[in-house]
């Protein structure tokens, strides 16, 4: 018998849960492998659990998503995790992706999204729901940058782009490129510099707007 995908839901409202619960079901390759109210309540049932995906929303009492992320993933590195979140948590995206989020779903979530979502973040790439793309692009208007006509990215480092964008680690970046981390890191930052971004969501927002990557 096929092992399902073990999914765990945090949030602290058991309505949404339940409603979040009754889609996972309905997919033939999930399930349901734990819940929790809040982050402490998350982290101090994870061990027991060892779920491939978190769904985890950002605010929350007793302890929020962004730390409870950081630490999970202090403790746990391959765990996969995403956010939930509404249009009014803009100003927390950021922090979920410092935190090492690899995705982020709109709490309208719909069974199809929500199947792409999974299969891709289980896969090692990022998903975003597609009506979090503004917010991207209004982010990296924000961000002082140099004219687009002036940026030129050498084939490495476009590689490098796209493998980011997908959510690979520096390791696994190296790894699938055959070069160091040290390499990796410093296309990196090569490209945080040329294009002027001072952030990974600044920089994979640059990538998404001016369709250096293919988002898949």
């Known amino acids: 018998m096929e092992t399902?995908?073990?999914?765990?839901?945090?949030?602290?409202?058991?309505?949404?849960?339940?409603?979040?619960?009754?889609?996972i079901n309905r997919l033939k390759y999930a399930?349901?492998?734990?819940?929790?109210?809040?982050?402490?309540?998350?982290?101090?049932?994870?061990?027991?659990e060892e779920p491939d995906v978190v769904l985890i929303d950002i605010q929350m009492?007793?302890?929020?998503?962004?730390?409870?992320?950081?630490?999970?993933?202090?403790?746990?590195?391959?765990?996969?995790?995403v956010a939930l979140t509404m249009f009014?948590?803009?100003?927390?995206?950021?922090?979920?992706?410092?935190?090492?989020?690899?995705?982020?779903?709109?709490?309208?979530?719909?069974k199809d999204i929500l199947d792409q979502a999974l299969t891709a973040v289980h896969?090692?790439?990022?998903?975003?729901?597609?009506?979090?793309?503004?917010?991207?692009?209004?982010k990296v208007v924000s961000e002082p940058r140099f004219?687009?006509?002036?940026?030129?990215?050498?084939?490495?480092?476009?590689?490098?782009?796209?493998?980011?964008?997908?959510?690979?680690?520096?390791k696994e970046i190296a790894d699938k490129l055959f070069i160091s981390e040290r390499t990796v890191v410093g296309h990196k930052s090569n490209l945080l510099a040329k294009t002027n971004c001072k952030s990974s969501v600044g920089l994979l927002s640059y990538a998404i707007r001016n369709r250096l990557v293919e988002v898949r």
């Open 4 to 23: 399902k995908l073990k999914i765990f839901i945090v949030d602290d409202h058991e309505f949404f849960r339940n409603g979040l619960k009754m889609v």
């Open 31 to 48: 399930r349901v492998a734990g819940e929790a109210s809040n982050g402490r309540e998350f982290l101090d049932l994870l061990a027991g």
């Open 61 to 81: 009492p007793v302890m929020n998503g962004i730390e409870a992320t950081r630490l999970a993933l202090e403790e746990y590195p391959d765990l996969k995790v």
């Open 88 to 110: 009014d948590d803009e100003e927390y995206i950021q922090s979920m992706i410092d935190a090492g989020a690899k995705g982020f779903l709109l709490k309208n979530i719909t």
């Open 123 to 138: 896969s090692g790439k990022n998903y975003y729901s597609p009506e979090l793309f503004d917010f991207f692009t209004r």
């Open 147 to 170: 004219d687009d006509e002036e940026i030129q990215l050498t084939r490495r480092e476009k590689e490098i782009l796209q493998l980011i964008c997908d959510g690979l680690s520096n």
